[in-house]
C-alpha cells in the first residue's frame, strides 16, 4: 500500500515529541502558579524545614514585609522556559510544513477552527472573570445580609468593594491617564496590524513590514505604560491605592489587568515572530495563516481591553 498514491487532502504527520513534552510544561507550569501565588508548604516558626520552606511556600511572600526569602518563583520560572521552548519547537515545525506546501486548503481550514476555538476559550476565561467582577460590584451589599452559616464574614461584605482594610474608601486609578493612553495606543495598534495585513494581501511586503514593526512597538509601549502604572499603585499601597490585597476590587483589578497585559505581551511575540518571518521572505499573499492568527488574537486583545477599560476603571472606580 505504501506506493499508492495519496487520495485525501489531510498531510499525515510524522510522529512528534511536542504533544508529550507540552504536557509536561504545562503540568510544571501550573503547579509553579500554584506554588507562587498560593504556596504548597506552610511556614513553620518553631519547626522550619528550609529547602521545603524555600522552593515550596507562596512565592509572593517576597514581594511583602519582612524581605522573605523565596524561591516559589523558581518552579513557575521553569515551567514558563519549557513551555516556551515546546511552543517554539512545535510552531517552527509547522511553519516548515507550511513552507513544505503541506498545509493544503483542508488543512488551513482545520487551523483556522483550532485559532477560533483557542480565542473562543479565552472569551470565556474574561467572560468567568467580568461574571465575577459584576457579582462583587453588583451584590456585594447584599451578600453582606446573608447568614453567616452560609457565608463566612457576611457583614464584611457591605462595604468590602470599595474600602481597605481599615475601612477607608480608597483612590483607584484616573481612568483619563495612563488607561486612556493604554486605549488609544491599543486601538491606534488595531489600525496598524489591520494596515499589514492588507498590504500583505495587495502584495506591497514593505508596507506590510513597516505595519507590523510598529503594531509590535505599540505593543512594547502598552505594556511599559501598565508597568509604570503599577509601580505607581505599588508605591502607595500602603496610604490611599488599593493593592493586591487591599480589598475585593484589588484583587479583582490586578487579576483582569495583570492578565490581560499578559495576553498583550503574548500578541507582541506573536506578531513579531511573523514580522521576522515576513522580512525572512515567508509569507505570501496566497498563504500567510500565521498572519491572519496574530491579527485575530490582537484583536481579541483590543476588544477585552475596551471592556475593562469601560467597567474596571470608569464605571465601577470605586471613587
Known sequence: MSDHAVEHDYHLLPPSPWPLLSGIAALVWGFGMVVFFAGVHARDAEHPSASMEFFFSRGMDMFGEGNVSNGGWLILFLGCLMGAYCMY?????????????????????????????????????????????????????????????ILDSADSYAEGFGVNAGGQAIATIDAWDIPLMNTLVLLLSGTTVTWAHHALIKGNRKAASYGLIMTVLLGIYFTYLQAVEYLHAFAHKDT?????????YGSTFFFATGFHGLHVLIGTIFLAVIWLRLVKGGMTKEQHFGFEAAAWYWHFVDVVWLFLFSFVYVVFATS
Open 89 to 149: 519547537g512545535w510552531w517552527r515545525d509547522v511553519a516548515k510544513e507550511g513552507a513544505a506546501g503541506d498545509h493544503t486548503p483542508v488543512v488551513q481550514i482545520g487551523l483556522r477552527y483550532g485559532m477560533i476555538m483557542f480565542i473562543m476559550q479565552e472569551i470565556m476565561f474574561f467572560v468567568g472573570w467580568f461574571w465575577m467582577f459584576f457579582e462583587f460590584s453588583l451584590y456585594h451589599k447584599i451578600r453582606a445580609k446573608w447568614n453567616p452559616d
Open 240 to 248: 490611599s491605592v488599593f493593592w493586591l490585597d487591599s480589598n475585593i
